[in-house]
């Protein structure tokens, strides 16, 4: 039977924790390691300045710690400290909100998550959903979701997210892959069908506005691709699943003269 760690962005608060654990532990001993608060949009970072600290909490129905940290710390804390033996399985998410385009993936501390247990030799899936701009800016504004579309995206995406991690264990990571990622449409059902796409190729503008004597984040990034084919931000809007399989490869060019450069 297999044992998994549930990490996320989203922190300690996000409504998708505990029925991630419940229908997770279906499938094997789950323990979750969270940020104690939101890290999105920090990527891989790791923190090397200053202490991060780690708060076990008795109030989930799992071995649960929230730690100072980014996601991919909190992976790294929970497979050389905190849990032993360490987790066959990685899960990240469900993060609120999608995490689909090249832009958006190389940020997410969501898909940063999961690479961090990829580096340390443990298979990862990093799972989003998305939300209508309504209800995620509540997330954004209050870190609750209460609206009956928001209880209901949570409600089947994580029932979804343990069917697909069941077949997913038991087929393995496609060859050459270094984690999956899987987005969720808004409304999503057990017949929602499911695509292996390419990532979009994405790019985004400005991220920050002029308030006051400085800048603050901006949801207004200008959002643009040259893709024409099918790809994980298309499916996702569509209605469907997204699964993409993520890697990092040198480009192969033919054997040449050394070039000064």
Known sequence: MPSFLITNDDGIQSPMLRP???????????????????????????????????????????ETYAVTGTPSDC??????????P?????????????????????????????LEAAFQGIPAVAFSTY?????????????RLTHPESLRAIETSTSRMAAMMERIVAAG?????????????????????????????NRYGGLFRREGPGYVHSTQVGLESEDTGPNDRDVVMGGEIS???????????????????
């Open 20 to 62: 991630m654990a419940e229908k997770l532990g279906a499938l094997g001993p789950v323990r979750i390691v969270v940020p104690k608060e939101e890290q999105s949009w920090k990527g891989k970072a790791v923190t090397r300045f200053g202490r991060v600290l780690v708060e076990r909490r008795e109030d989930f129905p799992v």
């Open 75 to 84: 992976v790294n804390l929970a497979v050389h400290h905190l849990c032993r």
């Open 86 to 114: 360490p987790p066959d399985w990685v899960v990240s998410g469900i993060n609120i909100g999608s995490n689909v385009g090249l832009g958006f993936i190389v940020n997410s501390g969501t898909v940063g998550a999961a």
């Open 131 to 143: 939300l209508e701009p309504e209800r995620f800016r509540q997330w954004n504004e209050e870190k």
């Open 173 to 201: 990571l496609p060859a050459g892959a270094m984690l999956l990622n899987i987005n969720f449409p808004g409304a999503l059902t057990p017949e929602t069908p499911v695509r292996w796409v390419p990532v979009q190729k």
């Open 243 to 261: 699964v993409t399989a993520l890697s990092f490869a040198a480009i192969s060019l033919p054997p040449g003269p050394i070039i000064a450069l």
